[in-house]
């Protein structure tokens, strides 16, 4: 565009000269309706035919010597380029005005168009419906002639033809099968039906074996003679027995002077029908003819409802033709692979690889066939359904035999992974199958055939997990694996039950004689025929123990760690048993899971709870026992394994609340049976926890008693000496024996914290009921020790050790807290260096506090002996904090006995205090 503008300033320029007004350029619609035209060129355009040439050269500036600027030609050319587009625009206007009247006619048009159209529309309907009605309307006689109704009479005509054919086909049936049965019955020949065979067409041949069989029942009828061998009935199945011929002669001549025995020509007839429409499926598979193939099964299925040509295509199928060959192959796999699956700890490897070769050979077998039985068969269902029965019932179930049969003689787990991944890799085909549709592909598959797939999973696995042969198999596992886990457990407290029978009993066999008889009845036990050799060594490597074939039977060594509840144990037994439950659920074809759970339930409870918790848990309480009267300070080593024992009980519970009760839920007497037992071996458990943690408090104690009576008798009436002796007697902490109980008592809670668990409060308990044995075994011990001045300082600080002591534990708040029991310790503490003044106010304030309230938290009755008289000591302020204290404040009687122990007890002042008494 710029360029035709270019050229138009450029004419316009050549004839300036001729002409004293620039001319305009020159431009039409064409120019503004062209996609390239740019607003901004077109003024340029404009511009440039107005400017000299001499100033676009030089940039447009203007210089010294050019003329000044003239803005008329440029006035000039835009007020042309103006007109001119008034101009366009005026012709713009005429062509749109014209163009939007062409428009309101073609509307107008299109409009008487659309109503003509819509007229001769709404007559078509209206013939329509007069013809309907005229058709299907009610109809009348007139004159003869039948009027109105014409459709219903031509209806009624049309099923009156339809009768006619009907009965002209039967007739000509009716005359061919007389034609038929006179040419067997007269001349002993069948040849219009092996001519009609012969046509080749599929419709002869069912025509043919129609005729077959209407031609035996008609042999029956009009000629029992030759039926007279028999029971009077034709075989329905297609099996046609022979009878011999007649005395006449089956093969007499066409003039029917002798008698022809119709029922074995005909039979005849009909078995080389049979055997020529099996060839020609047969033919016809070879060549994957479907249509061919459906036309004999159609005629076949009228002879024995098709079994016959069922059986031919599924017997000489080349899948199980292969499959038959190498079914006496050997289950192979390598030894290792068959370690791993026997062994409890090892994840099993998955399905064997022969049988998951099969399973995938006929997955895509039975989709690939299922799709030519449907083109095949008229009766495809049928044809399916025997199909997946023959592929289950021989191939399937032939190698599964193998499998198992194998895995049974590598060990009893190795036999029940390999049933349990079988089964799930079996049924994962049933479910592909499903999936696939089959005959039905790619829509869901029909009920039948599905049904079948589900009949024929069932079947294949009811052998192996009917009855509880296959629970007992299961708890038979379990527990031989249970029984080697905890094989040296249960020997080392075998050993510990025989040898503390008695004296004589331990000199009669020695421990070690004990081990090998142990280990020698376990041997002999695994190397029975009920343990294969894989099982066996397996076995031994669970108990931990080498194979002893070339080893003495008495090397086997026990700890004490070998005694102990381990954790890890538990959890592999826990692991086992969740592997069983998880199998038996998965193989469990019956309704009886609730009572293969409560088995397991009862096989668990035996061997862990009685076998395992509750052997540690006597083993405690005996050692426990054994420590009362031993004269040296307690071993408390047996603490442990309560924490132990009640993590595992911990772990067991959770087991059986989660995993197994629920799993009964259906079956609510065997569940609440369950919950029972469960609750049963629960409170035994605790029972023995308690007793043996009693039984501790009491050794405890007993130890607690036995330091406290090596107490020195003059501890607290040291004797006057050198003041060095004074002062380094009166720098000691703490007597000996405070320091030698101190110490016992640090270790004892040490030994609990680390014992005994965490959450909850038997920690609390335990140490509760400890300190306040130990608090009134203070209490008592204080009463027998005289005391001068100096040593009532060192009962003190003894006193306040104790105190000090027992309030770092963490026990009851109302035991060790401002107020509690163990503020009696200090109280007594300071009865031994309080004034008579002071004393006399404790006095009082104590017998005022104890009225009503009793020896409450005292532990201890009053001393009855009087301490040796000495010189008093004046008294301190400092025990008037305990007076008013509620609850383990000392009586009056508590006091005198403790002051009685003071050596000034004899003095004035401190008469006057129990004067005031």
């Known amino acids: 565009m710029q360029d035709s503008v270019s050229m ?122 007069k013809l309907d009605t005229s058709l299907n309307g ?99 199945n297609g099996q046609y027995p022979k009878s011999p011929s007649f005395a006449s002669g089956a093969n007499g001549s066409p003039n029917g002077s002798k008698r022809r025995n119709t029922r074995e020509i005909i039979e005849k007839f009909s078995e080389t029908l049979e055997k020529d429409l099996l060839k020609q499926f047969d033919d016809f598979y070879r060549k994957a003819n479907f249509d061919g193939m459906r036309d004999c099964a159609t005629v076949l299925q009228d002879f024995n409802g098709g079994a016959s040509v069922i059986g031919l295509f599924v017997n000489q199928h080349q899948f199980f033709i292969d499959r038959s060959q190498l079914i006496t192959e050997e289950i192979g796999g390598d030894e290792d692979t068959w370690e791993k699956i026997a062994d ?17 050979e006929v997955k895509v077998v039975v989709q690939e066939e299922s799709a030519i039985i449907k083109r095949a068969f008229p009766y495809y269902e049928l044809v399916s359904g025997r199909f997946l029965q023959r592929v289950f019932q021989q191939s399937i179930q032939q190698r599964l035999e193998m499998v198992l049969e194998k895995a049974d003689s590598v060990s009893s787990l190795a036999y029940l992974r390999s049933l349990q991944t079988s089964r799930s890799y079996i049924s994962s085909l049933v479910d592909d199958l499903k999936a ?16 079948v797939l589900d009949q024929q999973l069932e079947d294949l696995f009811i052998p192996y997990c009917m009855g509880s042969s296959y629970i007992e198999r299961e708890k038979k596992n379990l527990e031989e694996l249970y029984t080697s886990l905890m094989f040296k457990f249960a020997t080392f407290h075998s050993r510990r039950k025989k040898t503390a029978t008695g004296f004589m009993s331990s000199l ?14 376990y041997l002999n036990r695994l190397d029975s025929s009920d343990f294969t050799p894989t099982q066996r060594s397996m076995l031994l490597r669970v108990a931990g123990l080498k194979d002893v074939d070339s080893q003495k039977q008495n090397e086997i060594e026990l700890t004490d760690e070998d005694g102990r509840l381990r954790i890890p144990f538990a959890k592999r037994m826990f692991k086992w048993l969740a592997e069983g439950v998880g199998r038996s659920l998965e193989l469990n074809v019956s309704s009886e899971s609730a009572k293969d759970v409560s088995a397991l339930l009862n096989m668990l409870l035996s061997m862990m709870g009685e076998g395992y918790i509750e052997v540690s848990l006597d083993a405690a309480l005996e050692a426990a026992s054994s420590q009362e009267t031993t004269k040296s300070e307690p ?25 197994l009760i629920p799993l009964a839920a259906a079956n609510i007497t065997i569940r609440r049976d369950m919950e029972k037992k469960t609750s049963t071996m629960t409170s035994r458990i605790e029972d023995k926890i308690n007793a043996t943690q009693q039984k501790t408090v009491d050794v405890a104690l007993s130890w607690v008693a036995r330091v406290l009576s090596g107490q020195k008798k003059n501890d607290f009436r040291p004797k006057e000496g050198t003041p060095e002796a004074d002062t380094a007697w009166l720098e000691m902490l703490q007597t000996p024996t405070c320091a030698t109980l101190s110490a016992f008592l640090t270790n004892l809670h040490t030994l609990t914290l680390a014992s005994l668990p965490s959450s909850g409060s038997n920690i609390r308990i335990f ?26 300082l060192m009962v003190t600080k003894d006193m306040t050790r104790y105190a000090e002591l027992l309030r770092s534990w963490d026990i009851d708040e109302a035991v060790k807290g401002v107020g509690g029991a163990l503020d009696v310790l200090l109280e007594v503490g300071s009865l031994f260096v309080v004034g008579p003044e002071a004393l006399r106010e404790r006095v009082r304030a ?72």
């Not at 301190?876 to 000034?904: M, W």
Request: aromatic share 4%; net charge neutral; charged share 20%.
């Open 635 to 659: 071993d408390f080593t047996y603490l442990p394994s309560l924490r132990t024992a009640i993590s595992i009980t911990h772990l067991m519970m959770t087991c059986i609340n989660t995993v």
């Open 436 to 451: 696939h549709g089959l005959t039905e592909h790619p829509d869901t598959i029909s009920l039948q055939i599905a049904m």
């Open 846 to 917: 104590g017998a005022t506090g104890s009225s009503g309230r009793g020896t409450a938290g005292a532990g201890g009755g009053p001393g009855t002996t009087a301490g040796a008289g000495g010189p008093g000591t004046s008294g301190t302020g400092t025990a008037g904090a305990a007076q008013g204290k509620a609850g383990p404040g000392l009586s009056v009687q508590e006091v005198r006995a403790y002051v009685l122990r003071r050596e000034d007890s004899g003095t004035m002042g401190m008469q006057s205090v129990f004067n005031a008494l």
């Open 767 to 792: 140490l509760t009921e400890i300190a306040l044995g130990t608090r009134s075994l203070l209490l008592e011990h204080f009463k027998k020790f005289p005391v001068n001045a100096p040593g009532g």
């Open 344 to 360: 409890p700890d090892a994840e099993p490897p998955g399905v064997e690889p022969s049988l998951q070769s099969l399973v995938d």
């Open 8 to 129: 138009t300033s450029q004419s316009a320029r050549s004839t300036a000269t001729r002409s004293i007004f620039n001319k305009g350029p020159t431009f039409t619609l064409d120019t503004f309706s062209n996609r390239e035209f740019i607003v901004k060129d077109f003024i340029e355009s404009l511009s440039d035919s107005a400017i000299p040439s001499s100033q676009r050269r030089s940039g447009g500036a203007p210089t010294s010597t050019s003329q000044p600027f003239d803005p008329k030609p440029l006035i000039r050319t835009f007020e042309y380029a103006q007109r001119r587009l008034v101009e366009l625009s005026g012709d713009l206007e005429i062509r749109e005005n014209e163009l939007s009247a062409a428009v309101r006619r073609a509307e107008a048009q299109h409009a008487q168009n659309v109503n003509s159209l819509g007229r001769k529309l709404d007559q078509a309907i209206e013939s329509f419906q």
């Open 138 to 236: 009610p109809g009348g006689m007139v004159g003869g002639d039948m009027v109105g109704g014409g459709g219903n009479v031509a209806v009624e005509t049309g099923k009156k033809l339809e009768e006619l054919d009907r009965q002209r086909r039967r007739a000509l049936d009716a005359h061919f099968l007389i034609e038929c049965w006179d040419e067997v019955s007269n001349r002993g020949e069948m040849t219009l039906l092996e001519n009609l065979r012969r046509t080749g067409s599929g419709e002869g041949k069912v025509r043919s074996a129609h005729i077959a069989r209407q031609l035996l029942r008609i042999s029956q009828r009009l000629d029992p003679a030759s039926w007279a061998d028999t029971n009077g009935s034709s075989d329905m």
């Open 508 to 521: 009669a066999k020695s421990g070690g004689e004990l081990l090998a008889s142990a280990k020698e009845a």
